[in-house]
């Protein structure tokens, strides 16, 4: 880092935002002995493992903004990359079909974003379409729309940032951190990438409840615009079902009623999906916040203090589809406040 020596950068936070804004700090030049991950809960513990983690666009959920727009561009060209380049990360491709009953107004951000973009009205016959994508069962919707997008399994993603992450020798540190402010001491960064971080009062939480079952036969990500209703695939033949969406919830209690509710509506747009076999049902809570993502250095922490923290929370449902395009902007602010860090050593 050359002018950088000395300056330690602490990462608060090992979920999807966090490791990749590690990765990404290594990938820009910082030193990966600078770099410490603190986290009570190790990645497999973290709302992340839970995540469906289907790259789309809009974000979902997420409050509309150019800065969110251009992330989510930045996640998928990185992720793509990726994929090509580490077939073993658990990331790969498959049609994200939306359906209605009723027309579909043009979306027009993936429209701009993913040259695979198609709609109804694009397609000579529908139904060859729909059986050339393994979802036949789609053919009493007339109104579609469909573009290639990035998913991940969770499980697998993760676990390939970490080994990435351990292979350049960046330390982990299972610790629960009660005072971001106070890890900021002379010579150090801190990154709040804790996602429901209790001292924004804009933050709250958005319990979410999934169900997985075995469908190998169901290859294409499909979202019922009109019920909620939507189906991610994994390459090992299961798929997420879900979905729900609780603002102000912060249990992650799996609930049996929830799992047959989203059973029956997953079913009602793919009947098969119904007769599939329940492998299991997860919970997690969404790290909304109102006024989107924060992506910043925080202009009230005192010069006094010698140190500095940079935010990257907020993320909502959308942590892996915005996860490289925060992280880039992240490390771009880290450099800039480990470059201060250093001059201020000097003085």
Request: proline content about 5%; some cysteine; hydrophobic content about 40%.
């Amino acid at each position: 880092m050359g002018t950088n020596d000395g300056v330690s950068v602490v990462i608060v936070g090992a979920g999807v935002i966090g490791l990749t804004t590690a990765l990404q700090l290594v990938q820009d030049g910082v030193r990966p002995s600078c770099i410490t991950i603190l986290a009570k809960d190790r990645p497999e513990k973290t709302v992340s493992h839970v995540a469906g983690a289907l790259w789309e666009c809009p974000p979902y959920h997420m409050e509309a903004s150019p800065n969110a727009l251009k992330w989510c561009e930045e996640t998928f060209h990185k992720c793509v990359q990726v994929m090509r380049e580490h077939p073993e990360s658990g990331m790969h491709v498959v049609p994200n079909i939306t359906v209605s009953q009723h027309p579909l107004a043009t979306n027009a951000d993936a429209k701009d974003m993913a040259p695979s973009y198609r709609e109804s009205s694009d397609l000579k016959s529908l139904e060859q379409w729909l059986h050339s994508h393994g979802v036949t069962e789609l053919g009493r919707y007339q109104h579609l729309q469909s573009y290639d997008a990035v998913v991940a399994d969770m499980g697998i993603y993760l676990g390939w940032l970490v080994t990435q992450l351990q292979r350049h020798r960046v330390r982990f540190q299972e610790q629960e951190v009660h005072d971001l402010r106070a890890l900021a001491t002379p010579a150090t960064v801190v990154v709040n990438c804790t996602g429901l971080f209790r001292d924004d009062p804009a933050v709250f939480a958005c319990k979410g409840q999934v169900v997985l079952v075995h469908a190998p036969w169901v290859r294409s990500a499909i979202c019922d615009n009109d019920s909620g209703a939507y189906m991610i695939p994994r390459p090992n033949g299961n798929l997420i079902c879900g979905g729900t969406s609780e603002n102000d919830v912060y249990n992650v209690d799996v609930e049996a009623d929830v799992t047959e509710k989203i059973l029956k509506k997953c079913a009602a747009v793919v009947p098969s999906v119904g007769r599939a076999k329940v492998v299991g049902a997860r919970a997690g809570l969404r790290p909304e916040r109102r006024g989107g993502v924060r992506v910043e250095v925080d202009a009230s922490l005192p010069a006094s203090q010698g140190g500095f923290l940079v935010h990257n929370y907020g993320h909502g449902g959308s942590g892996f589809c915005l996860s490289w395009g925060t992280a880039a902007a992240v490390s771009a602010l880290v450099r800039q406040c480990m470059a201060r860090a250093a001059q201020r050593s000097k003085l």
